[in-house]
Nanobody
């Protein structure tokens, strides 16, 4: 059973910074792409940033130049550095991994539990 555990959310003033982490636990799997999504109250979940197994990154226009996604493959952990935060960044942030089972060779996606990020003006 593979699980994702997120940490690092919190309350910060506009212009401040946070770092989110998402660690995978379990066995007999490999990780392909990783991503961060967010969902603000009353809005749909949106893709914030993603990173391939080879380290290629992609960002939503709204966070380019302010957020940085990176991964530590040895630790099966995904990170995102959030800088120059704005009140409109307030949301629950979810990590998402595409994993492959060594046993069945099947791919599936799994989600973290979510981390609240609140940016005050």
């Amino acid at each position: 059973q593979v699980q994702l555990v997120e940490s690092g959310g919190g309350l910060v003033q506009a212009g401040g910074s946070l770092r989110l982490s998402c660690a995978a636990s379990g066995s007999d799997f490999s990780i392909n792409a990783m991503a961060w999504y967010r969902q603000a109250p009353g809005k749909q979940r949106e893709l914030v940033a993603q990173i391939t197994s080879g380290g290629i990154t992609n960002y939503a226009d709204s966070v380019k130049g302010r957020f940085t996604i990176f991964r530590d493959n040895a630790k099966n952990t995904l990170y995102m550095q959030l800088d120059s935060l704005k009140p409109e960044d307030t949301a629950v942030y979810y990590c998402n991994f595409m994993i492959r089972s060594y046993l069945t060779r099947a791919y599936r996606t799994i989600w973290g539990q979510g981390a609240q990020v609140t940016v005050s003006s």
